[in-house]
């Protein structure tokens, strides 16, 4: 069974910084591109950030651009976010995502984990 | 990168059938055909309803459908049912490479 579990959010204060982490499991994980995706309290989903499979080439939501930077270690079968320079609009669950095709585009997330609360507030 | 735009809430009674719409750009929606809807229950992850515009994952009851036309892109739900009340929202890849969601529709099953 695919599966994705999210790990390292919690209370921050703002201009503070967090590692996020997604592990997975139930497919082959290089092949999948993987994103973040965050829903602040009561509000919408927003695309936070995307990866390819070889996590050469990374994409970014104007908003996080400069501040998060997000990796894959596809030994360890794990995705992750670096979050720097928090402000409290970015409180939100994070949830990474999995592609839903071996392909060289993210636009479709066939598996979600569960997801990360980071709050940021002094 | 600004939000597709989609009704804030639509209501419909048991068996009816609800629509609803996802507005982008030739950026956006009007120049892919990647456009995907998930279904958010509350306290719950999102779960991909329809993908590449109008195809079903396996699992996915057929009372869905998807279409576009031009810069929109449409969710129909048909045989309303109770379980079906939720939010939902539209996806879409754009021009940058990069991924765009709508702002969600919150569906009420009277």
């Known amino acids: 069974e695919v599966h994705l579990l999210e790990s390292g959010g919690g209370l921050v204060p703002p201009g503070g910084s967090l590692r996020l982490s997604c592990a997975a499991s139930g497919f082959t994980f290089s092949n999948y591109a993987m994103s973040w995706v965050r829903q602040a309290p009561g509000k919408g989903l927003e695309w936070v950030s995307g990866?390819?499979?070889?996590?050469?080439?990374?994409y970014y939501a104007d908003s996080v651009k400069g501040r998060f930077t997000i990796s894959r270690d596809n030994s360890k079968n794990t995705l992750y976010l670096q979050v720097n320079s928090l402000k409290a609009e970015d409180t939100a669950i994070y949830y990474c995502a999995k592609e839903d095709t071996s392909s060289d585009y993210v636009d479709t997330f066939d598996v979600w984990g569960q997801g990360t609360m980071v709050t940021v507030s002094s | 990168q600004s939000a597709l735009t989609q009704p804030a809430s639509v209501s419909g009674s048991p068996g009816q059938s609800i629509t609803i719409s996802c507005t982008g750009t030739t950026s956006d929606v009007g120049g892919y055909d990647f456009v995907s809807w998930y279904q958010q229950h509350p306290g719950k992850a999102p779960k991909l309803m329809i993908y590449e515009v109008s195809n079903r994952p396996s699992g996915v009851s057929n009372r869905f459908s998807g279409s576009k036309s031009g810069n929109t892109a449409s969710l129909t739900i048909s045989g309303l049912q109770a379980e079906d009340e939720a939010d939902y929202y539209c996806?879409?890849?754009?021009?940058?490479?990069?991924?765009?969601f709508g702002g969600g529709t919150k569906v009420t099953v009277l």
């Open positions: 996806c879409s890849y754009t021009s940058s490479s990069t991924v765009v």
């Open positions: 990866i390819l499979g070889s996590g050469a080439t990374t």
